[in-house]
C-alpha cells in the first residue's frame, strides 16, 4: 500500500467537499475559494464525517502510482481553500524594479520596452516593494505556473546574478574572464 495514499485528509470546519462518484469529479468550497478536479476513474474517493478517503481498484503499477497523487491534489485543494498558497520573487540588479499598475504588473528589467503581466484568474499578484513580488492564491499548481512564467521574463544569470529569482534561490555564480595580456 501506499504510505501517502492511505492517509487519510481531515477537512476543517467550514471546507465543504462535493463529489460526484459516476465521473470522479471533486469540488472543494472553502474560505478562499472553490476548486474542482476530474480524477482518474481507477481510484476511489469517499468522504466520510470529515474525513476524506482515498483507496485504488488493485496494485497494477499505474494504480499504485496514482494512489499517492490522488491524495496530494485532494490534500492541496483542501489546504488550498484553507489557507493559501504564495510564492515570493525578487528582482536584482541595477534599475531593475517593478510597480503594480491595477491587477497587473509592469516590470522594468533592463529590456528596451517595460514588461506587462496581467494577473491570470484566481491570482494575485502583490508588489510590497519595488524589488520583491508575490503570487499567491488557492491553486497550487496554478500559483506555481505564474510564478515560473514571470520567472522566466528574466531568469537570474551566472556572473552578476541580475534578474527574477525566487525567495531564497542560490544562483551559482560563474568565474569571468581569467585575464587580459595572455
Known amino acids: 500500500m501506499s504510505r501517502i495514499g492511505r492517509k ?17 469529479h471533486i469540488t472543494v468550497k ?8 476530474d480524477l482518474h476513474p481507477a481510484m476511489t474517493v469517499t468522504v466520510e464525517g470529515d474525513t476524506v478517503l482515498v483507496t485504488r481498484s488493485n496494485d497494477e503499477k499505474l494504480n499504485r502510482s496514482l494512489h499517492g497523487l490522488t491524495r496530494t491534489l485532494v490534500a492541496n485543494m483542501i489546504e488550498g481553500v484553507t489557507n ?25 528589467l533592463g529590456f528596451s520596452h517595460p514588461v506587462v503581466v496581467d494577473a491570470v484568474a484566481g491570482i494575485t499578484l502583490d508588489v510590497p516593494d519595488p524589488s520583491k513580488i508575490v503570487v499567491s492564491g488557492c491553486d497550487k499548481q496554478m500559483v506555481g505556473q505564474v510564478a515560473a512564467e514571470i520567472r522566466g521574463i528574466k531568469p537570474p ?21 581569467a585575464g587580459k595580456g595572455k
Open 84 to 108: 493559501g498558497y504564495s510564492k515570493t520573487l525578487e528582482i536584482q540588479g541595477v534599475g531593475y524594479r517593478v510597480a503594480k499598475q491595477g491587477t497587473a504588473i509592469n516590470l522594468t
Open 157 to 177: 544569470e551566472p556572473y552578476h546574478g541580475k534578474g527574477v529569482r525566487y525567495a531564497g534561490e542560490y544562483v551559482r555564480m560563474k568565474e569571468g574572464k
Open 30 to 37: 472553502g474560505p478562499k475559494g472553490t476548486l474542482e478536479r
Open 8 to 24: 487519510p485528509i481531515n477537512i476543517p470546519a467550514g471546507v465543504t467537499v462535493t463529489l460526484v462518484p459516476e465521473s470522479n
